[in-house]
């Protein structure tokens, strides 16, 4: 006798048939697995340089706010500039092109193989320069600290810098104490951001459009 559920015959599946698998991947699995996702990781960094290629290349607001270092206009990088020749990374320290400045085995103060942007002669850097008066501030400022176009704000030292002091003397209990350097630098910072908020402000006007 068959059996019907809604007049409709059961039909028979047979079962299929079980394959063991190891718990563990194997080495050749291992290795296989991590040529792919190295693949994958080196596939992301070239569509990521592809990017960035791509905005450098599409976006010119982005290219106009650059400072070129060879001929000191914006607009474009050192990389991009036709003034100035294609420039070998070397060391300007003992000339070498198997590594850089930074990581030089004999550092010292002077850069004898370095070639100056300004005026193009060699042995000193374009920060150094007699003819440049804007130093490390090529869109202009100087130290928030000294005031110096020489350096860097990271890189001053103002308490063991002797040109910081304007005299010494000698202090009693009548004295009061000096304000702090540290205090002085930030309120000039604070100073420089109320000044740049106000040109913005200024140069930020709205235009009227009369019909």
Known sequence: MT???MKVKKTH???????SKPLMPTKTELSQNSNS??????NNFEQIDRGYSKISRFN?????KM???GCRKSGHSLKNCKDTKQIQV???HCGSDEHTTKSCPTPGKTFPFATCFICNKTGHLSSKCPQNQ???YPNGGSCKFCGSVSHLARDCKPTSNKESFSYLGKVDLTHGGDDDDVFIALKNIQKDKNEKKLQREKSS???VVKF
């Open 60 to 64: 010119p607001a982005s290219e106009k």
């Open 37 to 42: 996702r190295i693949q994958k990781r080196q």
């Open 67 to 69: 400072t070129c270092f």
């Open 3 to 5: 059996r019907t559920t």
């Open 134 to 136: 804007k130093g490390v």
């Open 205 to 207: 006007t709205k235009k």
């Open 90 to 92: 070397i060391c300007y």
């Open 13 to 19: 599946l047979e079962a299929s048939n079980f394959e």
